[in-house]
């Protein structure tokens, strides 16, 4: 069974910086795509970070780029994200969500496993 | 970017009723070289995490019961319900990946009538 544990949530204050780990299990972490996903109270869905397989290609959206940095450790099955600068708009939960890694190219780009999410709360 | 537009925001439907949700997109989503439309389903149940429905626009996912299809090209998609059990209480997004930044419906509330 796939799962996708996250951590290092919790409350920060404006300006402070947080490191959010992913740990993969149940499937060849190293054969799939991986993304961040966040939630603001009470929203829609975001998608934030992306990062291929060898992590050779990163991408971001506009509102993390410059503070966000997604990465990835294949040998332990892990993926990261670090957040630096952090706002309230940062707030929500993050999930850690995998690309499908069956579609021809350089990946599918829908998401068909998620993790249960971490909080953060950024506030003063 | 492209802009998806979920409607309704919210939708009560009785019980064995049918269900229909639409998703429009700023910009077509149906990639010339593949004729694949890159639109995506999901259901986030109160207190989880999303899941995966639909993908390809049409294609559901291993394990998705039968009632639930997508259809659609180009920039208008629907997701129907053929007959609401109350287990399908939740809040359902599209989302493209034709291109990045991936971008999400806001969401629509579905309801027992």
């Known amino acids: 069974e796939v799962q996708l544990v996250e951590s290092g949530g919790g409350l920060v204050h404006p300006g402070e910086s947080l490191r959010l780990s992913c740990a993969g299990s149940?499937?060849?972490?190293?054969?799939?795509?991986m993304n961040w996903v966040r939630q603001a109270p009470g929203k829609g869905l975001e998608w934030i970070s992306f990062?291929?397989?060898?992590?050779?290609?990163?991408y971001y959206a506009d509102s993390v780029r410059g503070r966000f940095s997604i990465s990835r450790d294949n040998t332990k099955n892990s993926l990261y994200l670090q957040m630096n600068s952090l706002g309230a708009d940062d707030s929500g939960i993050y999930y850690c969500?995998?690309?499908?890694?069956?579609?021809?190219?350089?990946?599918?780009?829908?998401?068909?496993?998620w993790g249960q999410g971490v909080q953060v709360t950024v506030s003063s | 970017d492209i802009v998806m537009t979920q409607s309704p925001d919210s939708l009560a439907v009785s019980l064995g009723e049918r269900a229909a949700i639409d998703c429009k997109s700023s910009?077509?989503?149906?990639?010339?070289?593949?004729?694949?439309?890159?639109l995506a389903w999901y259901q986030q149940k109160p207190g989880q995490s999303p899941k995966l429905l639909i993908y390809?626009?049409?294609t559901r996912e291993s394990g998705v019961p039968d009632r639930f299809s997508g259809s659609g090209s180009g920039t208008h998609f629907t997701l129907t319900i053929s007959s609401l059990q109350p287990e399908d209480v939740a809040i359902y997004f599209c989302?493209?990946?034709?291109?990045?930044?991936?971008?999400f419906g806001q969401g629509t509330r579905l309801a027992i009538k």
């Open positions: 969500v995998r690309d499908p890694g069956y579609c021809s190219g350089d990946g599918c780009y829908f998401f068909d496993s």
């Open positions: 149940g499937f060849t972490f190293g054969s799939n795509n």
């Open positions: 990062i291929d397989r060898g992590s050779v290609t990163t």
């Open positions: 910009q077509s989503l149906l990639y010339p070289s593949d004729s694949k439309n890159y």
């Open positions: 390809w626009a049409s």
């Open positions: 989302q493209q990946y034709y291109t990045i930044p991936l971008t």
